[in-house]
């Protein structure tokens, strides 16, 4: 089941609001011994986690199906970068990883029970299940906290973003669980930052810009890459190549992430990994390993202002969107220092709470 976007938490009645977990939505199946663990687009995730599956098996009953997330959770909050990093094809390096930056699973609704579908239920009654299954399960298996108290949810989208939380979820208490719909609500934040286009990557269709490439400068005046502001329509697309051709003249002279512009150029460059602590485009997505991530320098001259959710380890954790260029501002005023810094807030204090309703 998925969710559309809205800007403010909604206030109607008859809404269950949720913490929006930053993490990798997973279905767990279990049946009997066997767990099975498996992302939004069935891709299987088992192997990558081992440390979930016996507290899964302690948590759960013999034969049931959840939704939920699976994150890592520091001191700091959640770290999605750690969790991306235990996504890795050799079997010795899961296991060091799952000793090391263990995951934890947030349930956060109950699809099967027994012989029973549970996704024609309302989600209130699916709610009551699941309690009863996990309300009193302490460890690696967790229950995501609910509120029907919007005043609440509001607090949760301000106070826990600092601990890594994408946002909200609302959801009808009335709702069936139905698959693939956009039928529950999500707010995210949502801010603006000036940023250098210093490249950009095709379209699959080989016709237009796909995305461009975005940068900001640090305290010591090195231009690192910060993500990507993509989902132009066909037409937008177009008119992009023409409107950055200019910048394309020249462009590897002095730009500043010349070094893996050269090793792309070398079959031999996705086995090259940086030897800076600098951020620069190119690394292979975790993912989708086969996926094109060449792209075209661009003279680092152009200011977009783009639309984006929140940084993560000096990332924007999500792709951006263009909102406009902006032809007043001059590259070097593209820093880290003009964006919101958001003060961590303790994950644990979330679980502590009352929840009313």
Not at 311 to 321: D, I, K, P, Q, V
Request: proline fraction near 7%.
């Amino acid at each position: 089941m998925l969710a559309k976007a809205v800007r403010e938490v909604p206030r109607e009645p008859g809404l269950a609001y949720e913490p929006k977990w930053d993490g990798f939505r997973c279905i767990v199946f279990r049946d009997g011994d066997e767990v099975e663990l498996g992302s939004r687009n069935d891709r299987p995730l088992t192997r990558y986690f081992p440390e979930l599956l016996e507290p899964l098996r302690q948590a759960l009953p013999p034969r049931c199906v959840l939704d939920g997330e699976i994150v890592v959770a520091t001191e700091a909050g959640l770290d999605f970068d750690a969790l991306q990093n235990r996504l890795h094809p050799a079997a010795s390096r899961v296991r060091r990883l799952a000793g090391e930056t263990p995951a934890s699973y947030v349930a956060f609704d109950l699809l099967a029970l027994d012989d029973r579908d549970l996704t024609g239920e309302p989600f209130s009654a699916r709610r009551r299940m699941l309690e009863g299954l996990l309300g009193n399960v302490v460890g690696a298996v967790l229950l995501t906290p609910v509120t029907d108290d919007p005043d609440v949810a509001q607090d949760w989208f301000t106070r826990f973003e600092g601990a890594g939380f994408d946002g909200v979820m609302a959801k009808p208490v009335d709702l069936p669980y139905e698959q693939d719909r956009r039928v529950m609500i999500k707010v995210k934040h949502e801010r603006t930052a000036d940023c250098v286009v210093a490249g950009f990557r095709w379209h699959k269709d080989g016709q237009g810009v796909g995305s461009l490439l975005l940068g900001l400068y640090d305290d010591e005046g090195v231009l690192h890459h910060v993500g990507v502001a993509s989902s132009f329509t066909a037409a937008r697309r177009r008119e992009l190549v023409d409107e950055l051709a200019p910048l394309r003249e020249n462009a590897l002279e002095g730009h500043p992430w010349r070094r893996w512009a050269d090793a792309q150029a070398d079959a031999q460059a996705a086995t090259q990994p940086a030897t800076s602590t600098t951020r620069i485009p190119g690394a292979q997505s975790r993912w989708a390993p086969t996926k094109d991530l060449t792209w075209e320098p661009l003279r680092p001259e152009l200011v977009a202002e783009v639309r984006y959710e929140h940084l993560l380890s000096g990332r924007f954790r999500h792709g951006g969107r263009l909102v406009r260029f902006r032809p007043d501002r001059t590259p070097e005023s593209c820093t880290y220092a003009q964006l919101e810094q958001v003060a961590p807030a303790e994950l644990a204090s979330l679980f502590g709470e009352e929840e009313p309703g």
